[in-house]
């Protein structure tokens, strides 16, 4: 079921908080279908096979920006999670917590140190790869310098954090990131190597590594199921 910001609005009235609404046994995932970091956290929900509601949120048309969403996440981005009474927003602090208390498929390995190269990719595409690439920025660099200095900003950003996952991952990767299980560091990796080089135009010959690890996520039930065109608010064409 999807259901978007403005239709749960309409049907709330002023006096109602969100809390009180909103509150069932289902989680509810507030998702953009073009989100990286909406697109990790599908990535997580359904290789744990949890069930959920998806309510999109059009960033396009700025309804992260709507009071009633601000209520449930304060900064207006995607994704948030609601879980019963927990309101959760931000993709790393979401999909920690599903691992948490939904222990199917564990996003983590028992190893320690294996648990702390998950962390380590996670955290390089969450901190210092996705974030650079946001709409937001996107936009603004297009506004304020050219449309081609996108594709200088993307090319500076993206080859540092491909070149350091590169060699982090030289002496893990299995058929996955980290072996031969699919764990938090591909929910991360997955989202950035689908369809990226396609949308930036971006050269993904000097990485071996990600560029095999692509191939594979493009065949996982769990990656497939959560791609952007694979979402209830897909428009069809961008």
């Known amino acids: 079921m999807v259901t978007s910001v403005a239709d749960t609005i309409s049907r709330t009235s002023n006096s109602m908080s969100f809390s009180e609404y909103e509150r069932t046994s289902k989680l509810q995932l507030y998702s953009f279908f073009m989100s990286g970091s909406s697109f990790r956290v599908r990535i997580a929900l359904n290789l744990k096979g949890l069930d959920y509601e998806y309510k999109a949120v059009n960033l396009l048309k700025n309804e992260q920006q ?3 969403y601000l209520k449930i996440n304060p900064i207006g981005y995607v994704p948030a999670l609601v879980d ?6 931000d993709s790393f602090a979401i999909i920690l917590y599903l691992e948490e208390k939904y222990p199917q498929h564990p996003l983590l390995p028992c190893d320690l140190a294996k648990k702390a190269i998950n ?33 200088e900003w993307v090319n500076k950003h993206v080859t540092k954090g491909f070149a350091a996952l590169e060699i982090l991952l030289r002496d893990h990767a299995g058929k996955y990131a980290t072996g031969d299980e699919i764990f938090l ?4 990796l997955a989202p950035q190597l689908v369809g990226f080089s396609e949308r930036f135009n971006f050269d993904m010959s ?3 590594i990600l560029s095999r690890l692509r191939e594979e996520y493009k065949q996982v039930p769990a990656v497939q199921n959560a791609l952007p065109e694979n979402q209830p608010d897909f428009p069809g064409k961008i």
Do not use: C, W
């Not at 019963?84 to 927003?89: C, P, R």
């Not at 955290?123 to 996107?138: G, K």
């Not at 560091?185 to 991360?188: E, L, N, R, S, Y």
């Open 66 to 68: 709507d009071p009633e």
């Open 84 to 89: 019963d009474d927990i309101v959760l927003a």
């Open 119 to 151: 962390y380590q990719v996670a955290n390089i595409v969450s901190s210092s790869i996705q974030p650079l690439l946001r709409m937001p920025i996107m936009h603004y660099i297009g506004v304020s310098v050219g449309e081609d200095a996108k594709t």
């Open 185 to 188: 560091a591909d929910v991360f």
């Open 206 to 208: 000097g990485y071996p």
